[in-house]
């Protein structure tokens, strides 16, 4: 999964509860992604980063924020977690953004009750 | 909402025979990339084409684009059991660098 580890694997919470997902990266990749993965819509960009403490909104971003303090880590927050947020979310990274490969990790499946 | 749409949802075929699938969208594009994730795991990317580009090849996989007709198709030859996974095409378009997904092609390949 090129050097790209997301923690927690897996996670069950309560509605009302924050969550943090936490995406590690050792490739020094200047572009970060954060995507959710629900049945019969694919894959949907929550918000992305384009260097450190650059980040932008994607198609999904209500309800969620995030934080990128280093190159390697970026940081996905449920404030307030609710039950249409239980999905499996994965952390993809690219070189240089535009017609670039991205790299994705191996997911992080969250259900909240 | 999604860029590309893939089709058909799912394909179900036995080895050795070849699988084709296919990505419409709606509007202009810089590329076009195909990705492949098996079940509980993160996408892996297959193959690039760009808006000038007309067919691609890697190993067994085939990719054409026809910009006039807005679509793409990937075509695996000589299918194995191990090509199951799901398919998604990806597009980039205008000035923006982030792609965008599908909702994918489930191929089932019978040994």
């Known amino acids: 999964d090129a050097g790209i580890t997301q923690s927690p694997r897996h996670k069950v919470t309560e509605t009302g509860t924050p969550v943090t997902l936490r995406c590690h990266q050792t490739?020094?990749?200047?572009?970060m992604y954060w995507y959710r993965q629900d049945p019969g819509h694919g894959l949907r960009l929550i918000h992305y980063?384009?260097?450190?403490?650059?980040?932008d909104k994607g198609e999904v971003s209500d309800g969620y924020s995030v934080s990128r303090s280093k190159t390697e880590d970026f940081l996905l927050t449920l404030e307030s977690a609710t039950s249409s947020q239980t999905s499996v979310y994965f952390c993809?990274?690219?070189?240089?953004?535009?017609?670039?490969?991205?790299?994705f990790g191996p997911g992080t499946r969250l259900t909240v009750l | 909402s999604q860029q590309g749409e893939e089709d058909p949802q799912a394909l179900s075929i036995q080895e050795g025979e070849n699988a084709t699938m296919n990505c419409s969208y709606k509007?202009?594009?810089?590329?076009l990339q195909w990705y492949r994730q098996n079940s509980g795991r993160g996408l892996v990317h297959l193959i690039l084409?760009?808006?000038?580009?007309r067919e691609k090849h890697s190993g067994r996989l085939r990719v054409t684009l026809d910009t006039s007709k807005k679509s793409s198709s990937l075509l695996i030859t000589a299918s194995r059991a191990a090509d199951t996974a799901s398919y998604f095409c990806?597009?980039?378009?205008?000035?923006?660098?982030?792609?965008?997904f599908g909702r994918g092609t489930s191929l089932i390949v019978h040994p």
């Open positions: 509007t202009s594009i810089n590329n």
């Open positions: 490739e020094n990749h200047r572009y």
């Open positions: 084409i760009r808006s000038n580009e």
């Open positions: 993809a990274i690219s070189e240089s953004g535009a017609s670039d490969t991205q790299y």
């Open positions: 990806a597009t980039e378009s205008g000035g923006s660098y982030i792609p965008t």
């Open positions: 980063s384009y260097g450190v403490k650059d980040t």
